[in-house]
């Protein structure tokens, strides 16, 4: 079945520093989401990224989508301490099938 | 206001003892989700839901039941419980044409001992 890894499972940064997570799906994704979820809480939609090499962005957050529709990355530049949470790419294969990576524990050390 | 409830938030129960997590959207979606939680696997989704009365399996069915008998509510089932059910859960739901953008209840921590 669709699998969809995702690395790395933590980072600690100094605040200021920038910050990238990456996800590979086993096979070809028809959309890919990110999500975060802070301590204690539910994931959070963040952004859906559906063309090949497409790439978004929201103030410090830029999002890509890779060219095979298969990988795809988070870079946060110049963290902060609110960045802090857990990152969650999550591949749809067919329009009802969804498989969340594992996620990256974001930790910003002030 | 927008939003995905679950019920029970905690819940602390003894092996065997059958058990409903509730979940209830009101935002009219049709797809409709139950997730758990574990440290070191993330996510993985339990059970499904297109539309009422059509429900599938996800990553990890085994020892859940759901049902889909009206849009807004989706229960998750455990017949049976078990130690290895002890778990964080989350309902989520979404538009079909929102390209399924989910929004996530707040989670039910269960702990069956």
């Known amino acids: 079945g669709q699998q969809v890894m995702q690395i790395p499972q933590y980072q600690h940064v100094q605040e200021g520093e920038d910050f990238t997570t990456y996800c590979n799906s086993s096979?070809?994704?028809?959309?890919i989401q990110w999500y975060k979820q802070r301590p204690g809480g539910h994931p959070v939609f963040l952004i859906q990224?559906?063309?090949?090499?497409e790439v978004k962005k929201q103030k410090r957050l830029t999002f890509q989508f890779g060219e095979a529709k298969k990988n795809s990355s988070l870079h946060i530049t110049a963290t902060q301490t609110t960045d802090v949470g857990t990152y969650f790419c999550?591949?749809?294969?067919?329009?009802?099938?969804?498989?969340f990576g594992i996620g990256t524990k974001l930790q910003v050390i002030p | 206001e927008a939003q995905v409830t679950q019920n029970p938030r905690y819940l602390i129960t003894v092996t065997g003892k059958k058990l409903t997590v509730t979940c209830s959207q009101n935002?009219?979606?049709?797809?409709m989700s139950w997730y758990r939680q574990d440290p070191g696997l993330g996510l993985r989704q339990i059970y499904y839901?297109?539309?009422?009365?059509?429900?599938d399996k996800g990553d990890v069915p085994e020892g859940y039941k759901v049902s889909r008998k009206e849009k807004r509510n989706f229960p998750l089932i455990l017949e049976s419980p078990s130690p290895n059910q002890t778990s964080l859960y989350f309902c989520?739901?979404?538009?079909?044409?929102?390209?399924?953008?989910?929004?996530f209840g707040p989670g039910t921590r269960l702990t069956v001992t």
């Open positions: 935002m009219n979606h049709e797809y």
């Open positions: 839901s297109m539309n009422v009365e059509v429900t």
């Open positions: 990224l559906v063309k090949s090499g």
């Open positions: 989520a739901s979404s538009y079909r044409d929102r390209g399924y953008e989910q929004y």
């Open positions: 999550a591949g749809a294969g067919g329009y009802q099938k969804v498989t």
């Open positions: 096979t070809t994704l028809s959309n």
